[in-house]
């Protein structure tokens, strides 16, 4: 089974950065997409980032295009999202997932997330 566990969140400037982490463990790991989701109060949960099992095609949502980073550790257990340029309408709940085979953006193709952590932007 994959455990997941974001770190990094917190409060931070318009303007400003953050860097989030990913730590995935388990034995079903292997051959694991992962990917970032957000979710803001009262919206849906959103698509953020995500990469391949192999640690390559990283696709990204148009809202965060240019700012936002994905990479994947070389063991491929970590994952992480280099948060630039960061906008109030970025403030959410960060969440990290996994699922078996290729990225996609349809949420309900993940089976595996982590707790959560908060991202708060001020203006």
């Known amino acids: 089974q994959v455990q997941l566990v974001e770190s990094g969140g917190g409060l931070v400037q318009a303007g400003g950065s953050l860097s989030l982490s990913c730590a995935a463990s388990?034995?079903?790991?292997?051959?694991?997409?992962m990917g970032w989701f957000r979710q803001a109060p009262g919206k849906e949960r959103e698509f953020v980032a995500g990469i391949n099992w192999n640690g390559l095609g990283a696709v990204y949502a148009d809202s965060v295009k240019g700012r936002f980073t994905i990479s994947r550790g070389y063991a491929k257990s970590t994952m992480y999202l280099q948060m630039n340029s960061l906008k109030p309408e970025d403030t959410a709940v960060y969440y990290c997932?996994?699922?078996?085979?290729?990225?996609?953006?349809?949420?309900?193709?993940?089976?595996?997330w982590g707790q959560g952590t908060q991202v708060t932007v001020s203006s």
């Open positions: 388990g034995r079903t790991f292997s051959g694991s997409a």
């Open positions: 997932a996994a699922r078996p085979g290729d990225i996609t953006r349809t949420i309900d193709l993940y089976g595996y």
